[in-house]
T-cell receptor, first 117, second 113 residues
């Protein structure tokens, strides 16, 4: 199956700093990537849809100035958590959309555990 | 917006038993996906269903896309300890919806050796 990587896998930062998370599709081109946030024992909450070469589309309630998304190429999207606070601590997961013909499937990265002290 | 009701929320079974979980929706989906998530990892796609009535198997896993397009189930036969994890269903409305998926709340599976 398609492979999606995320970097870093874990990050601990101080409150007020910014953290960048990378999401890469390794063996396919993804015009669309998605960023999710997951709280312990909860489902995935879609934060935003990242489109290559254009602005990201944010879900209701997600601050676009807080969570900056850049989709610079067909294989890379980045999520930057700006001025992080402890309440931003969470598991962040990206997925990349592989679409062709009748199939449209999302492949997930392994996730990034963010801890803000 | 669309919501998926996934049940059961959790299951505790003995190794070797069969497992069944399902998702229902009040609205139609054109694609159903089933994922498994291990602790600290991202979800891994198990089975993708693209056509109403479709029945697809992947090893010991079988999933079906309901005829009404409002439900799907996943069966796991002869469970083994490594089946432990959280299983999520996801529905997609259409290809024109930019591939956005709606996720169920997950079924946590525990298998006792």
């Amino acid at each position: 199956g398609a492979v999606v990587s995320q970097h870093p896998s874990r990050v601990i930062c101080k409150s007020g700093t910014s953290v960048k998370i990378e999401c890469r599709s390794l063996d396919f081109q993804a015009t669309t990537m998605f960023w999710y946030r997951q709280f312990p024992k909860k489902s995935l909450m879609l934060m935003a849809t990242s489109n290559e070469g254009s602005k990201a589309t944010y879900e209701q309630g997600v601050e676009k100035d807080k969570f900056l998304i850049n989709h610079a190429s067909l294989t890379l999207s980045t999520l930057t958590v700006t001025s992080a606070h402890p309440e931003d601590s969470s598991f962040y997961i990206c997925s990349a959309r592989s679409a062709g013909g009748f199939t449209d499937t999302q492949y997930f990265g392994p996730g990034t555990r963010l801890t803000v002290l | 917006g669309q919501q998926l009701n996934q049940s059961p929320q959790s299951m505790f079974i003995q190794e070797g038993e069969d497992v069944s979980m399902n998702c229902t929706s009040s609205s139609i989906f054109n694609t159903w996906l089933w994922y498994k998530q291990d602790p600290g990892e991202g979800p891994v796609l198990l089975i993708a269903l693209y056509k109403a009535g479709e029945l697809t198997s992947n090893g010991r896993l079988t999933a079906q896309f309901g005829i009404t397009r409002k439900d799907s189930f996943l069966n796991i036969s002869a469970s083994i300890p490594s089946d432990v994890g959280i299983y999520f269903c996801a529905g997609q409305l259409s290809l024109t919806n930019a591939g956005k998926s709606t996720f169920g709340d997950g079924t946590t599976l525990t298998v006792k050796p």
